[in-house]
């Protein structure tokens, strides 16, 4: 029977959270990491490994592994950073794996790899564009907001494709592995004056229908977007939320016109709207919202979701699940009509990803 | 020989690493590079670009503090002191 494992990443180390297949009663395992923060947990299917990207106060930024599904940890910086003459390395903000190697995002922004499943790392792209002066300027963007902040692998093509989000700044796609960058932000949506014809957009998170591979998500500083194009173009959808404002985001394993996010105030706060959380759902990509909230708490729930903060499994009746800044894993099994707190006392949550292993 | 106590943080992420062990170095940075030696990735550890020793790590030899350049005397002892780091 397979084994479902929720990884989460927090302000005080990784937690695994598992079940089996039917996902109704749910084991906290960690914390593991030794209660580094951590920002982003991930599953290799390649080689049923976990990876979790960290940085400590102390000791700095380094990627932990897990080759025994979370029992024993490891941790290797080699190679993880610009050197004694070059930029910060404050953090590793993201990590993705895909053809047999991993990619680090980093703060301040560049992308490393590892071929060797961790164990060293090199720098593959600093992302060259005439802004990156800005980007890794931190009289600009304040410490702990620089960076990549997400990498998306194209799930059809080569190691050569991918995206990478600059926080604060753009959307880049990558057709020959980091060498040349093209911004994707045509109509997009920017409060603020932009220095640059091309960028300047706050792109938050970008997910892609694993049935339609040019159906892309995106939740925006400026809103919620859609694209049908392989992210060329993006047509905003967010009328019927109750604000543009976001972090995370998730797009339906089976059914590329539904889509999730979970709209925040977009002030300070950040937190769910009214004291009542929800995750809201389009069936229709987009023209029309549903509030889900069956199973979450109604009152004074003033929660946040982070970037990677929410994801689904893709078993048949896909698994949703989200992590708070407050600590709690909320999870659903039918669409997001009903909701069981999976934790409830966890560290501040950084990221939810899911791994459903045989 | 210098006596070097190190901070509760490090052992667990490198196995077989004490808390005190004797050094013969004539500089923090060179015990640094010793202990790096003996247990890679410890200098990336305590040490960023720079090269300087991390923020929050503070390093204190015969009790005044130091950085990578001060001198090690034989018998000097060196506390590396994971510091107060927020909540």
């Excluded at chain 1, 903000?93 to 703060?107: Q, W």
């Excluded at chain 1, 939740?219 to 694209?227: D, E, L, P, T």
Aim: some cysteine.
């Amino acid at each position: 029977m397979s084994k479902v494992m929720v990884l989460v990443g927090t302000r005080k180390g990784c937690f695994v959270l598992e079940s089996d297949g039917d996902r109704r009663d749910w084991e906290v395992k960690g914390p593991f990491c030794e209660g580094w923060p951590i920002y982003h947990v991930i599953y290799d299917h390649d080689t049923n490994a976990i990876y979790a990207a960290a940085a400590s106060e102390w000791h700095g930024a380094t990627v932990w592994k897990s080759a025994d599904l979370g029992e024993t940890w490891t941790q290797s910086s080699e190679g993880l950073g610009y050197g004694d003459d070059g930029m910060k390395m404050s953090k590793v903000s993201s990590l993705a794996a895909a053809h047999g190697r991993l990619l680090a995002g980093a703060e301040q922004a560049g992308i490393f790899e590892s071929q060797d499943a961790g164990a060293t790392w090199k720098l593959l792209t600093s992302l060259e564009h005439p802004a990156a002066k800005d980007w890794n300027d931190p009289e600009k963007q304040p410490p702990g907001h620089l960076g990549v902040s997400a990498i998306t692998p194209h799930p059809g093509d080569g190691p050569e494709h991918f995206w990478a989000i600059v926080q604060g700044y753009s959307l880049f796609e990558t057709s020959d592995d980091g060498e040349t960058w093209t911004p994707r932000n045509e109509g997009l949506r920017a409060d603020w004056p932009r220095e640059y014809d091309d960028i300047g957009f706050c792109v938050h998170k970008v997910v892609i229908a694993p049935t339609d591979l040019n159906r892309m998500y995106q939740q925006n500083h400026c809103g919620m977007h859609r694209s049908d194009d392989g992210g060329q173009s993006w047509t905003e959808i967010t009328e019927g939320l109750p604000s543009d404002f976001g972090f995370a985001a998730a797009v339906h394993p089976h059914d590329k016109d539904t889509f999730y996010v979970v709209p925040v105030d977009p002030g300070h706060a950040r937190t769910m709207h009214d004291g009542k959380a929800s995750v809201w759902r389009t069936r229709d990509a987009g023209s029309s919202w549903q509030r889900l909230h069956e199973g979450l708490p109604q009152q004074d729930a003033y929660l946040g979701v982070l970037r990677h903060g929410m994801t689904n499994d893709r078993l048949d009746s896909p698994g949703l699940y989200f992590g708070t800044t407050t600590g709690q894993v909320f999870g659903s099994v039918d669409e997001g009509e009903t909701w069981n707190e999976l934790a409830g006392y966890l560290p501040a949550i950084a990221s939810v990803e899911v791994a459903v292993v045989e | 020989m210098a006596d070097v106590y190190l901070p509760s943080t490090l052992p667990p992420l490198f196995p077989g690493l004490p808390r005190r062990l004797e050094l013969d170095a004539s500089s923090v940075d060179e015990a640094i590079r010793q202990l790096d030696q003996r247990w890679p990735g410890m200098r990336d550890r305590l040490v960023e670009g720079g090269p300087a020793i991390r923020p929050h790590i503070h390093v204190y030899v015969d009790q005044e503090r130091a950085g990578l350049n001060t001198a090690l005397e034989p018998r000097s002892r060196v506390d590396v002191i994971a510091a107060i780091s927020g909540g």
